[in-house]
C-alpha cells in the first residue's frame, strides 16, 4: 500500500514538530515521522533510532506508534521507555543510533505533545523538519520492510555516567527539588538517593496532568512553591526542571530566583578554571553582566541566536566547553556530550555550590546590579513577524545605531540594551530591555516602541521590570 500523509502545517516547527493532541497531532502523524524519519536514516546506510517518551497521557499511543513507523521503514527502534529527554540523548550516543527520537510535550500545557528528533549525533531542526514534510507528503520513503524493535533499560548507565561527574566539597547541602510532575521522576529519585547531602523531592510523581503547576521554570508563578520550600526548610539552593528535564531553574537560600544567565555566571568562572581562554556561548536574550563576567574570568564570550538546536550547533563548531540560554538550557561539552541536560547540570551546579564557603545568594548579591524587563512576547503575523525585523533593522542602520543583528536585533545604547527578535517557533515577536537604572530602562523602552510604531506594530505592555537581573 503507497504511503503519504499529510502534516498539520502548523506543527512543523523549528526545533521539533509539536501540536494538540487530537485536534493537530494525532498517532498517524506519530507513525508518519516513524516512517520518514526512518526512511532517512535507511536510505543513509543506518539501521537502528533510539527512541523515548515523557509522562504525558498522550505519549505511551504516540511512542508506539512512532516505534511502528520506524520498523516499517526497516530501522529498529530502541525503546527506552518514559524518560527525560536528556537520558534519551544519552541512549542514542552511547548506543551509537543513527537516529533518535523522544516523544514530548516539554513545557507546553497537557493536551500537546510533540517530537524532539536527532540524525546520527546531531540535532534534526529547521530545513530538515520541513523537508520531511514534503517527503511524507510526497510518500518519498524507503520500500516498506519490518524491523522488530526492542526494550532497553539504559537508567542505570545513564545515573552512573551524570554522578561520575560529581565534583562537590565538603559542604553537606540542603536541596529542595521541584520535578513538576514531569517525566525525570523516577530518575530523579534514584540520583537524590546517590548524591551526598539532604534532598527533598516535591511533585516526583510522573503525571501528565501536572496537578500543581505548570512545568515550566522560566516563569516564577511556577516556581512559587519551590520557593516557599527553600525557605522554609531554610535548604541551600532549589533546584526545578521542565516537564522533560532539560531546561533548569534554580532558587538561591534566600528564596530569590537565579535566572538563566545568572547561573551561567556560576557555571562560567567554573569552567573556566579548568579551561582558560574558552569561548562560552550565551544567546542573545542573555544579560549583558553575563557576557562581561566571562571576559572577566578570562573566557571569550559569543553572543549566539536563541534556540536549543541551533546552540547545540554552535558549540559543535567552536568546540566550546560551555554554553547556555536564559530559557534554562544549559549544554555542557567540558565532561560531558553537548546536549542540554537539567540533571546533570543541576549535579555540576551542586558541586560548585557544595565547594563555596559562601551562600549562593552572595554570588547573586554580588553581580552588578540591573534592572530589566522580563522576556515579553507579543503577537505578529507569522507572514510579517521577519519583515518587521527587516524593517527595524534598517531604519538602525540608517540612523547609525551600535546593532548586533546576530539573532533580530541586539540595540546598544548608553542606557544598555533593547531587543527584538521573531520567534522561530510561533507567530509573536519577543522583546527585551537591560538598563543600570530605571530612568535609563524607560528611554530604552521608549526607543523600542517608537520602532514597533514605524512599522505599525502595537507595543506591547512591559509591566513586569524587576531590579538585580
Known amino acids: 500500500m503507497r504511503f503519504s500523509h499529510r502534516f498539520d502545517p502548523t506543527t512543523l516547527r523549528e526545533y521539533d514538530i509539536r501540536g494538540i493532541v487530537g485536534r493537530t497531532l494525532s498517532d498517524e502523524d506519530a507513525f508518519a515521522i516513524g516512517r520518514t524519519l526512518g526512511s532517512i536514516i535507511a536510505k543513509k546506510g543506518g539501521r ?5 517518551y515523557d509522562g504525558r497521557l498522550s505519549s505511551p499511543a504516540l511512542e508506539a506508534a512512532l516505534a511502528n ?11 527506552i521507555g518514559i524518560c527525560p529527554t536528556p537520558m534519551l540523548y544519552y541512549a542514542a550516543t552511547e548506543l551509537e543510533t543513527d537516529g533518535a527520537v523522544m516523544v514530548t510535550g516539554s513545557h507546553n500545557p497537557p493536551d500537546y505533545n510533540g517530537f524532539k528528533m536527532m540524525l546520527g549525533r546531531k540535532p534534526f531542526f529547521g530545513e530538515e523538519i520541513r523537508r520531511l514534510g514534503s517527503l511524507a507528503e510526497a510518500g518519498d520513503v524507503a520500500e516498506e520492510s519490518v524491523a522488530p524493535g526492542r526494550n532497553i533499560d539504559i537508567a542505570a548507565h545513564y545515573l552512573a ?3 561520575a561527574d560529581w565534583d562537590g566539597g565538603d559542604r553537606a547541602l540542603k536541596v529542595v527539588w521541584d520535578n513538576g510532575n514531569g517525566s525525570a521522576g523516577d530518575v530523579l529519585a534514584r540520583l537524590v538517593a546517590a548524591l551526598p547531602g539532604e534532598h527533598v523531592v516535591l511533585n516526583g510523581k510522573i503525571d501528565g496532568t501536572f496537578p500543581s503547576h505548570h512545568p515550566d521554570p522560566t516563569v516564577p508563578a511556577n ?3 519551590l520557593i516557599h520550600e527553600v525557605q522554609t526548610r531554610k535548604a541551600d539552593i532549589g533546584i526545578a526542571f521542565d516537564g522533560d528535564a532539560d531546561r533548569i531553574g534554580v532558587i538561591d537560600d534566600a528564596g530569590q530566583i537565579l535566572f538563566g544567565d545568572q547561573l551561567m555566571v556560576l557555571l562560567s568562572r567554573d569552567v573556566l578554571r579548568v579551561h582558560p581562554g574558552a569561548m562560552i556561548i550565551a544567546d542573545v536574550k542573555a544579560s549583558q553582566v553575563l557576557f562581561d563576567e566571562i571576559v572577566r574570568a578570562g573566557g571569550k ?4 541566536r536563541t534556540g536549543h538546536s541551533l546552540i547545540k550547533a554552535k558549540m559543535a563548531e567552536t568546540g566550546s566547553p560551555l554554553a547556555g540560554e536564559m530559557s534554562g538550557h544549559i549544554f555542557f561539552a567540558d565532561h560531558w556530550y553537548g546536549f542540554d541536560d537539567a540533571l546533570y547540570a543541576a549535579v555540576r551546579t551542586l558541586g560548585i555550590v557544595s565547594r563555596m564557603q559562601e551562600k549562593l545568594s552572595a554570588v547573586r548579591n554580588a553581580l552588578a546590579q540591573v534592572v530589566n524587563t522580563p522576556e ?3 503577537d505578529c503575523d507569522e507572514a510579517r513577524k521577519f519583515a518587521v525585523i527587516d524593517e527595524v533593522a534598517a531604519r538602525l542602520r540608517a540612523e547609525g545605531a551600535n546593532v548586533s543583528d546576530v539573532d533580530g536585533v541586539r540595540v546598544n545604547t548608553p542606557d544598555g540594551w533593547w531587543l527584538l527578535r521573531a520567534s522561530n517557533t510561533q507567530a509573536v515577536l519577543v522583546a527585551r530591555a537591560e538598563a543600570s537604572s530605571t530612568a535609563g530602562l524607560d528611554r530604552l523602552k521608549a526607543a523600542l516602541v517608537r520602532q514597533l510604531d514605524a512599522s505599525d506594530v ?12
Open 223 to 225: 516556581l512559587q512553591q
Open 69 to 79: 513507523g520506524l520498523s516499517r521503514s526497516g530501522i529498529e527502534a530502541l525503546r
Open 48 to 52: 537502528t533510532a533510539a527512541v523515548g
Open 301 to 304: 564570550p559569543l553572543m549566539w
Open 458 to 469: 502595537p507595543a506591547p505592555d512591559f509591566s513586569g521590570s524587576h531590579a538585580g537581573h
Open 376 to 378: 515579553v512576547r507579543f
Open 161 to 163: 555516567r551524570v554522578l
